[in-house]
T-cell receptor, first 114, second 111 residues
């Protein structure tokens, strides 16, 4: 399945953070979501074959990387208090379309910004 | 812009009673609608999707394009159905089929 590290993280305002995700075997599309307390997940961006494939309404200080081994990273610079949230990654197979398309979620990384 | 609205944050029903979780959406194109569920201490997982027209764990959901709704229903709720439920939509086609989620409904089934 999809794994994420670390499980929890505490940072201070202005710092930078890197979150990691390992996609499910055979998947080459990864999406990142931010879930604030009491809200549904909000799409940050998606990577397909190491290229950014779509982006939600997040500033450029949110950036990502996808590696050939289907692991990926979410980087956030100049952390703000409002960045405190659960960060979810989800992987999906390239060939998934229509009936078979599905995103498989990881357990998330809880980021707290003080 | 696409939007998903779940009007009830909390919903409690008794075991054996019918349950309906409401979901309304706005989207300019052709969407695909999903229900995701998160049981206690578990990860978010797909429950069902409108395109497959399946019944999963006794739950069904019908896409009503006229009312732009995708309500989740089950005729007889069970205690194990207690969980957080999220309605979501994605574009039906295209390269970046990101999900737009509602804010979720916490369902509690009472004994």
């Amino acid at each position: 399945g999809v794994t994420q590290s670390p499980t929890h993280l505490i940072k201070t305002r202005g710092q930078q953070v890197t979150l990691r995700c390992s996609s499910q075997s055979g998947h080459n599309t990864v999406s990142w979501y931010q879930q604030a307390l009491g809200q549904g997940p909000q799409f940050i961006f998606q990577y397909y074959r190491e290229e950014e494939n779509g982006r939600g309404n997040f500033p450029p200080r949110f950036s990502g990387l996808q590696f050939p081994n289907d692991s990926s990273e979410l980087n956030v610079n100049a952390l703000e208090l409002d960045d405190s949230a659960l960060y979810l990654c989800a992987s999906s197979p390239e060939e998934g379309r229509g009936l078979s398309y599905e995103q498989f979620f990881g357990p998330g990384t809880r980021l707290t910004v003080l | 812009a696409q939007r998903v609205t779940q009007p009830e944050k909390l919903l409690s029903v008794f075991k054996g009673a019918p349950v309906e979780l409401k979901c309304n959406y706005s989207y300019s194109g052709s969407p695909e609608l999903f229900w995701y569920v998160q049981y206690s201490r578990q990860r978010l997982q797909l429950l069902l999707r409108h395109i497959s027209r399946e019944s999963i764990k006794g739950f069904t959901a019908d896409l009503n394009k006229g009312e732009t709704s995708f309500h989740l229903k089950k005729p007889f709720a069970q205690e194990e159905d207690s969980a957080m439920y999220y309605c979501a939509l994605s574009p039906l086609s295209g390269s970046a089929r990101q999900l737009t989620f509602g804010s979720g409904t916490q369902l509690t089934v009472l004994p």
